[in-house]
């Protein structure tokens, strides 16, 4: 029984610290005043790599790997970005409603790509406990 319950707080601490992690990237100080643009996949390619390195840190910070099973710690690879990137579209749905120039769908991308990268590298890079 220790072992379960010790295994579910591995899991959800791996998965509040990719999820909740890129979220300090995506709140711009000031407010927008102009349209977010359309076409974002070259600052995807920027998050994705910003999120690599990102995660790359956090192995000199953090070395091991929270999730000790290598099944969890695919799913986590796989689910962490989806869970950050609603978050955030959840998020700017809300400020949307006061700021017609932020585009939720930008924010989801944003933090789907950042996640991303720092799920892949810790996931290539964290030891394996």
Do not use: C
């Not at 790997?65 to 970005?81: E, G, Y």
């Not at 017609?100 to 990268?117: D, Q």
Request: proline share 8%.
């Amino acid at each position: 029984m220790e072992e379960i319950i010790a295994l579910s707080i591995q899991v959800i601490a791996e998965l509040v610290l990719n999820v909740i992690g890129p979220h300090p990237f995506d709140f711009p100080i000031r407010k927008r005043t102009d349209e977010e643009p359309k076409v974002i996949w070259p600052a995807n390619i920027r998050w994705f790599a910003i999120g690599g390195g990102i995660g790359w840190l956090s192995t000199v910070f953090i070395p091991a790997s929270l999730l000790p099973v290598m099944l969890l710690r695919a799913l986590n690879l796989l689910v962490a970005p989806f869970l950050s990137g609603y978050l955030s579209l959840l998020i700017a749905r809300q400020r949307a409603k006061s700021n017609p120039f932020i585009r939720p769908r930008n924010h989801f991308w944003r933090a789907f790509w950042l996640t991303a990268g720092l799920a892949t590298l810790r996931f290539a890079y964290a030891a394996r406990t």
